[in-house]
């Protein structure tokens, strides 16, 4: 009986303690996985907002104000555009 006795009194405190370490592991993940779903939503946000600056930069008023603005070239006067035609079925060169 005093084995017994003995045995319970070493298993409880153990058994809460390592109840206690379980906690403490729990609370520690807990907290990396919110951090990790805020550096998520982080990335989300930026990744958002670097699509929508692509889409902006590669629209056509943009391209076109960027040419103006930097390689000062103007709209061309369709007057001066001279098409040229070229008769022939594809894969082959037209004489």
Not at 12 to 22: D, E, H, M, R, S
Not at 23 to 47: C, F, H, I, P, T
Not at 58 to 75: G, H, I, N, Q
């Amino acid at each position: 009986m005093r084995f017994r006795l003995a045995i319970f009194s070493l298993i409880v405190p153990g058994l809460l303690c390592v109840n206690a370490w379980q906690g403490y592991r729990y609370n520690q993940l807990s907290n990396s996985v919110a951090a990790l779903e805020s550096q998520q939503q982080d990335l989300l946000e930026a990744n958002r907002d670097a699509l929508a600056e692509i889409a902006y930069e590669t629209s056509a008023a943009r391209v076109e104000e960027k040419a103006m603005k930097s390689f000062s070239l103007a709209p061309v006067d369709q007057g001066h555009v001279t098409r040229v035609i070229i008769q022939g079925s594809a894969g082959r060169q037209a004489q």
